[in-house]
T-cell receptor, first 112, second 117 residues
Framework: EDQVTQSPEALRLQEGESSSLNCSYTVSGLRGLFWYRQDPGKGPEFLFTLYSAGEEKEKERLKATLTKKESFLHITAPKPEDSATYLCAVQAGDTGRRALTFGSGTRLQVQP | GAVVSQHPSWVICKSGTSVKIECRSLDFQATTMFWYRQFPKQSLMLMATSNEGSKATYEQGVEKDKFLINHASLTLSTLTVTSAHPEDSSFYIC?????????????FGPGTRLTVL
């Protein structure tokens, strides 16, 4: 069974204080690892897809990396508007299942 | 690009009534859409996979007769909650599968908040 574990559950940062969010996974042949941002009462907003170990992607203050067992979302010099829940999800390749399995998310709060 | 809409954004209904939620991919065609449910402070739980022109595939524990899914076109899937009860109150979110630049990505709608009285 595919599993995704995110840590920490919640994170409070000061504006400008860089940090990393962790996503550990077990999956039957990773087809893709996805990062989404979700604001309260809204649907998830797509950020990145990573496909193979060693891959990195960046968008503004966010950088996602992938190893064979985990992914990190690095947030550099965060701003209050980066406050949200960040969700990690995996898509299995071996089973042909295309639905995503989500982690429980990391609630990030960036204080001014 | 890759915009997904949902309608309504929120709905309040009486116990025993049925509610239909629409999910549309606005600028792309989606042969596959997914329906998720999210309870407060919890992550998204897949309910079913909706395939255009064929029957939906339901996750274990999800009653297919209660949550009716119809994927009538390449841009529209509907979820009907039949005979809704207070325990069905939740945040329902759909996603649509898109192939862009040879990447397989799911884009999510804004969600529908269902409250059953």
């Amino acid at each position: 069974e595919d599993q995704v574990t995110q840590s920490p559950e919640a994170l409070r940062l000061q504006e400008g204080e860089s940090s990393s969010l962790n996503c550990s996974y077990t999956v039957s042949g990773l087809r893709g690892l996805f990062w989404y941002r979700q604001d309260p009462g809204k649907g998830p907003e797509f950020l990145f897809t990573l496909y193979s170990a060693g891959e990195e992607k960046e968008k503004e203050r966010l950088k996602a990396t992938l190893t064979k067992k985990e992914s990190f979302l690095h947030i550099t010099a965060p701003k209050p508007e980066d406050s949200a829940t960040y969700l990690c999800a995996v898509q299995a390749g071996d089973t042909g299942r295309r639905a995503l399995t989500f982690g429980s998310g990391t609630r990030l709060q960036v204080q001014p | 690009g890759a915009v997904v809409s949902q309608h309504p954004s929120w709905v309040i209904c009486k116990s025993g009534t049925s509610v239909k939620i629409e999910c549309r991919s606005l600028d792309f065609q989606a042969t596959t859409m997914f329906w998720y449910r999210q309870f407060p402070k919890q992550s998204l739980m897949l309910m079913a996979t909706s395939n255009e022109g064929s029957k939906a595939t339901y996750e274990q524990g999800v009653e297919k007769d209660k949550f009716l899914i119809n994927h009538a076109s390449l841009t529209l899937s509907t979820l009907t909650v039949t005979s809704a009860h207070p325990e069905d109150s939740s945040f329902y979110i759909c996603s649509a599968r898109s192939w862009r630049d040879s990447t397989d990505t799911q884009y999510f709608g804004p969600g529908t908040r269902l409250t059953v009285l």
